[in-house]
């Protein structure tokens, strides 16, 4: 009787340190997806300042899907965004710099960010110079290091193929005016709906046993060594932050990116972080215990020893969700008309 009464006592402790837990968490700034689909939703078209003007659909979730995975966006047409954001690898390309026209690697040498849940960063590129998926979506096809094609080409190759049109006039109407801005716009609709509930939401949200005592050990460390300070809010990240805060970053020399024209570089968000290795910016660190441990040495000028590093990566881990079932589309044919791909080699 006695045993069972120290069982007892050592459950309601347990649940009572995970209650206080949720609410410091809560305190701090995090705050979760929702699990309810309607209030997700809303939170959604909150997030994106261009939903008022076109709300999601449907019929463009699946047009933006096609052309998010259409490498004729590109001027060689063989490179897609799914290319450095794959959906199969976290949302990002699992390389240090990605690769694009020519084979070309990023000139400034820096790592594609992942895709996933980037609706709610309020900060898109690392130098956060786009506030928005359309506006972001607009850089990389016209970039010539990655996709290399102007707005003519991709309207060009759009417009050739008659099942396009057919897609566009579903999604936006009969009298729809094809062009980039629009395309760009229609991708980041579909961008919007990637987005991975995991259980540190339902944590969050009230379910004391989603996360281990590991995770919930780590998800204290985190809270009480200030990380939450740069990755806080719905995304752990996604906004403009200080750098080298506290110490010098021992990798900076490879690349050549120092942020914005204040020096600000965009916190990451750290869902799904178990997936998107290589880390940082430059994309040096393929170890997330070592990320950890850095990032307590950079930014915070703290020491993380090496069981606190565990834990903390244990709650990282607890931030990666789920990502519905994605069919890989069947693209609409080309024409005679459809502009030649242009490899330069």
């Given at each position: 009787m006695k045993l069972r009464s120290i069982a007892l006592s050592a459950v309601l402790i347990s649940s009572l340190s995970a209650s206080k837990l949720i609410d410091e968490a809560k305190e701090a700034g995090l705050t979760p997806i929702p699990t309810d689909k309607k209030e997700l939703a809303k939170l959604i078209n909150e997030a994106a300042p261009d939903s008022l003007k076109y709300p999601t659909t449907t019929e463009r979730v699946e047009l933006g899907k096609a052309l998010y995975f259409d490498p004729r966006i590109s001027r060689s047409g063989i490179i897609s965004c799914n290319t450095c954001h794959n959906l199969g690898?976290?949302?990002s390309d699992g390389v240090p710099a990605s690769t694009g026209h020519k084979w070309t690697p990023n000139p400034h040498h820096l790592n594609a960010p992942t895709v996933l849940n980037s609706v709610f960063n309020s900060a898109q590129f690392w130098d956060g110079?786009?506030?928005h998926l359309a506006d972001q979506a607009q850089g990389p096809?016209?970039?010539s290091p990655e996709m290399a094609a102007t707005p003519d080409l991709v309207e060009?190759?759009?417009k050739s193929m008659p099942e396009y049109?057919?897609?566009f006039k579903k999604a936006y109407g009969e009298n729809v005016k094809i062009d980039f801005a629009l395309v760009a716009t229609t991708i980041g609709i579909f961008e919007r709906t990637l987005v991975t509930p995991s259980r540190f939401d339902e944590f969050l949200e009230g379910k004391e046993s989603a996360l281990n005592t590991q995770e919930k050990a780590g998800l204290k460390l985190f809270?009480?060594?200030g990380c939450v300070t740069c990755h806080g809010g719905i995304n752990l990240g996604g906004t403009l932050a200080p750098f080298e805060v506290a110490n010098k970053y021992k990798f900076a020399s490879v690349g050549d990116f120092k942020g914005d024209a204040n020096g600000m570089v965009k916190a990451p968000t750290l869902r799904n972080v178990e997936l998107t290795a290589p880390y940082f910016h430059n994309g040096v660190i393929w170890s997330l215990a070592e990320?950890?441990?850095?990032m307590g040495s950079v930014q915070l000028g703290v020491d993380i020893n090496d069981?606190?590093?565990a834990d903390i990566v244990a709650f990282l881990k607890s931030l990666t969700g789920k990502l519905e079932n994605i069919s890989y589309p069947m693209l609409p044919v080309s024409t005679d008309a459809t502009p030649k791909p242009e490899l330069d080699y």
């Open positions: 690898l976290g949302g110079r786009a506030a096809i016209q970039a060009a190759r759009v049109a057919k897609l809270l009480d060594k990320a950890v441990k850095t069981k606190e590093a």
